[in-house]
Structures are given as structure tokens and as C-alpha cells.
């Protein structure tokens, strides 16, 4: 099983705009996963994204969807600071960093 944790900071101003791109985009996105959970804080201004897969194949293909595209440059023009967890491992601050990435193993 595959696991990506994105935790998220958004920028107060663009809370709502950050929350009406995940509710189009979450449907969509579950669509590529086994299994996915977005959690907002109590304060509203923080968001967990934990996406599941049986495969890393299929994973990487997420990636590369265009609905994950979308939720990037969301994430890029939107949040303040983010982190990125594969596998319970650090992979980075910014969300540029999965289209490079190559497969888990290597990490």
C-alpha cells in the first residue's frame, strides 16, 4: 500500500477559494485512489490530504492526472507552506517536488 500525506497551511484571504477547488476536485480524486481523506482543522486555516493506493504505479499515474494538476497549482497559488509525506517519509515542502520524484524505493 502506497500512502501520500499532504498537510497544508492556505493563506487566510484564500480560504474559500482553496475549499470550493477541493470540494470540485475531491469526487474526482477519489476516483484515482483506494482510498482518500482530506481533514480540515479546527482553526479552518489547515488541511490533511492522505491518499492511499494498492499500487505505486498507480500512484505516480495520479500524479500526472489532471485533476491532481489542478489541485497543485491550487496548493502552489493558495497555501503559505505545505509538506509532503510518502510513506510516512519526508519528501518535501512544495508540491513541485512529486512530478520528479521517481519511485518510492529509490527515495
Not at 470550493?20 to 481523506?37: A, R, Y
Not at 497555501?79 to 529509490?106: A, P, Q, R, Y
Request: some cysteine.
Amino acid at each position: 500500500m502506497e500512502r501520500l500525506k499532504i498537510a497544508l497551511w492556505v493563506k487566510p484571504a484564500k480560504l474559500l477559494e482553496f475549499k470550493q477547488t477541493l470540494d470540485h476536485l475531491s469526487e474526482k480524486l477519489e476516483k484515482h485512489c483506494t482510498s482518500l481523506k482530506i481533514k480540515e482543522t479546527n482553526n479552518l486555516q489547515s488541511y490533511t490530504i492522505i491518499g492511499e493506493w494498492e499500487m505505486e504505479d498507480k500512484m505516480h499515474r495520479t500524479f500526472k492526472s489532471k485533476e491532481f494538476t489542478i489541485l497543485s497549482g491550487a496548493i502552489i497559488a493558495l497555501c503559505e507552506k505545505s509538506t509532503i509525506h510518502i510513506n510516512d517519509k519526508l519528501v518535501g515542502n512544495h508540491i513541485s517536488k512529486l512530478t520528479n520524484i521517481k519511485k518510492t524505493k529509490s527515495i
